[in-house]
């Protein structure tokens, strides 16, 4: 999974973007390319691994360009459904995440977001004529009133939020686990600065101030296609939560002390490793 930690990191796949008009130089790459067939947010593994057919063996069907990986071509096909070999399985994209290393992740990531953005779009939002898919899988273009619909991601704030003492809030959500406990998060609206949604989900949710926000790092989040942009947040100490009972069923505040302490216990569950929140959470422990 791509984690908080390797958004500083180069990218490993690099994504020819200026190769995306070129079909002389899609057509050659696609020659010797690895193909990754994905169907409505799935791809299909092998022992645990993703399987990558060479492109002589690809279904039919529409096709994204990854990027180059060890200048090796990578390629996601569209299919309707699988046709899996005998010891081939369809897997989530959840399975998949906690199965892959980085790059592997990352690729299926691209792939699996750019099928599902693809397969919800087939037609133009503005006319409402079929669309086609253009620049390598990048843009769909509308025949009848030439508009281009891109590929979306819908950008959300994540916040460690503490206060001035260092004591973090962090909450339960409605519908989960007694004890399972993480950061604030919440999507950006139209017209918003990042600050500033950071700002008012904090209010939103627990009732609180924000005084001051610090970037942190930012991860994919394809379930279906956020990017979720974390920042350390501070608030003014000892303010008593007022949480928004629609969202949030319980917020404590917690001393590292108390923290540490609690999850030993078993009184409460942070968040899964692969998600930025633990990322966030760590470091608030560690520095
Ligand atoms: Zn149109």
């Not at 600050?195 to 942190?216: D, H, P, W």
């Given at each position: 999974?791509?984690?908080?930690?390797?958004?500083?990191?180069?990218?490993?796949?690099?994504?020819?973007?200026?190769?995306?008009?070129?079909?002389q130089?899609?057509?050659?790459?696609w020659?010797?390319?690895q193909?990754?067939?994905?169907?409505?947010?799935?791809?299909?593994?092998?022992?645990?691994?993703?399987?990558?057919?060479?492109?002589?063996?690809?279904?039919?069907?529409?096709r994204?360009?990854?990027g180059?990986?060890?200048?090796?071509?990578?390629?996601a096909?569209?299919?309707?459904?699988?046709s899996?070999a005998?010891?081939?399985?369809?897997a989530g994209?959840?399975?998949l995440?906690?199965l892959?290393?980085?790059?592997?992740?990352?690729?299926?990531?691209q792939?699996?977001?750019?099928d599902?953005?693809h397969?919800?779009?087939?037609?133009?939002a503005?006319c409402?004529?079929?669309?086609?898919v253009?620049?390598?899988?990048y843009?769909?273009?509308?025949?009848?009133?030439a508009?281009?619909?891109?590929?979306?991601?819908?950008?959300?704030?994540i916040m460690?939020?503490?206060?001035?003492?260092?004591?973090?809030?962090?909450?339960?959500?409605?519908g989960?686990?007694?004890g399972q406990?993480?950061?604030?998060?919440?999507?950006?609206?139209?017209?918003?600065s990042?600050e500033?949604?950071?700002a008012?989900?904090?209010a939103?949710?627990?009732?609180?101030?924000?005084?001051?926000?610090?970037?942190f790092?930012?991860?994919?989040?394809?379930?279906p296609?956020?990017?979720?942009?974390?920042?350390?947040a501070?608030?003014?100490?000892h303010?008593e939560?007022?949480?928004?009972?629609?969202?949030i069923?319980e917020?404590?505040?917690?001393s590292?002390?108390?923290?540490?302490a609690?999850?030993a216990?078993g009184?409460?569950?942070?968040?899964?490793?692969?998600s930025?929140?633990?990322?966030?959470?760590?470091?608030?422990l560690e520095?």
């Amino acid at each position: 999974m791509i984690s908080a930690e390797s958004a500083f990191e180069p990218a490993a796949i690099d994504r020819c973007a200026q190769h995306r008009h070129d079909e002389q130089w899609l057509g050659a790459a696609w020659e010797r390319a690895q193909v990754l067939v994905v169907c409505d947010g799935q791809a299909l593994i092998h022992e645990g691994a993703p399987v990558y057919l060479p492109s002589g063996r690809a279904p039919t069907g529409e096709r994204y360009l990854l990027g180059l990986v060890n200048d090796v071509p990578y390629f996601a096909v569209s299919v309707s459904e699988f046709s899996p070999a005998k010891s081939e399985r369809a897997a989530g994209l959840r399975e998949l995440l906690g199965l892959l290393e980085p790059t592997q992740a990352a690729l299926t990531i691209q792939a699996v977001g750019l099928d599902r953005w693809h397969r919800a779009h087939p037609y133009c939002a503005r006319c409402g004529a079929a669309t086609a898919v253009a620049q390598a899988g990048y843009v769909r273009t509308c025949p009848q009133c030439a508009a281009e619909h891109h590929p979306r991601v819908d950008p959300a704030v994540i916040m460690l939020v503490h206060d001035e003492n260092e004591e973090a809030i962090l909450a339960r959500g409605v519908g989960w686990p007694q004890g399972q406990f993480s950061t604030l998060a919440g999507f950006v609206e139209p017209g918003e600065s990042l600050e500033q949604a950071v700002a008012r989900e904090v209010a939103e949710e627990v009732g609180l101030e924000v005084i001051s926000t610090r970037y942190f790092g930012s991860q994919p989040w394809p379930f279906p296609s956020s990017l979720m942009i974390g920042f350390v947040a501070t608030v003014r100490a000892h303010a008593e939560p007022e949480i928004d009972p629609t969202e949030i069923a319980e917020a404590r505040w917690f001393s590292r002390e108390r923290f540490i302490a609690a999850r030993a216990s078993g009184e409460i569950r942070a968040s899964g490793n692969i998600s930025i929140s633990s990322v966030l959470i760590r470091y608030w422990l560690e520095t």
